[in-house]
């Protein structure tokens, strides 16, 4: 069954430095979000993609954030200048269509940033 | 934006029992899923179920989309079981197609 793959599984950074989270959406999948868990807290949505251009981001996706899907695979969030709060599990996510009445989200496994 | 409220917060089973989540949401949805999330952080897809009933194996999930709730039922609980229960909901009403998570249900089933 295909599924969302995510690298690396955990990253330990230095507040201040820049980091690059890589997802491999579901091949056949049009749109691609990145969600995120501070540990004992709830899943929180950060970012939609689709057709190339943020479609949607919530209040924590400020200008240290960014996405990109560099080419026809990968999806990535690049956060600037990390800092001690952006300690948190990382989630990737992709659907195949998600207007209105929008399909299945499917999860990668996450990955665990610890920022020091 | 939408409001999902998840209860209990905690449950405790023996292994064999029944149990029942409840997710209850403020706006008509257009996706409603539930996940588990496993000893090693992984979000399971369970169900996706905005509407009606689904049944899968020892799992079944019910959504009354009128009065804006979700059930979640496990029938003869597994250690494997235990882990945190979330339901999550893309209101109708946003511009996107975010999922809002609840707080979650944390099953713990002993042997």
């Known amino acids: 069954e295909p599924e969302v793959t995510q690298t690396p599984s955990h990253q330990v950074t230095q507040m201040g430095q820049e980091v690059i989270l890589r997802c491999v959406p579901i091949s056949n999948h049009l749109y691609f979000y990145w969600y995120r868990q501070i540990l004992g807290q709830k899943v929180e949505f950060l970012v939609s993609f689709y057709n190339n251009e943020i479609s949607e981001k919530s209040e924590i996706f400020d200008d240290q954030f960014s996405v990109e899907r560099p080419d026809g695979s990968n999806f990535t969030l690049k956060i600037r200048s990390t800092k001690l709060e952006d300690s948190a599990m990382y989630f990737c996510?992709?659907?195949?269509?998600?207007?209105?009445?929008?399909?299945?989200?499917?999860f990668g496994p996450g990955t665990r940033l610890t920022v020091l | 934006g939408i409001q999902v409220e998840q209860s209990p917060p905690d449950l405790i089973l023996q292994e064999g029992a029944n149990s029942t989540l409840r997710c209850n949401f403020s706006d008509s949805v257009n996706n409603l899923q539930w996940f588990h999330q496993n000893p090693w952080g992984q979000l399971i897809n369970l169900f996706y179920i905005p509407s009606g009933t689904k049944q899968n194996g020892r799992l079944s999930a019910t959504t009354v989309a009128t009065e804006r709730y979700s059930l979640l039922y496990i029938s003869s609980s597994q250690t494997t079981d235990s882990g945190v229960y979330f339901c999550a909901a893309e209101g109708r009403e946003t511009s996107g197609s975010r999922l809002t998570f609840g707080e979650g249900t944390q099953l713990t089933v002993n042997p």
């Open positions: 996510a992709s659907a195949m269509w998600a207007l209105r009445g929008t399909d299945t989200q499917y």
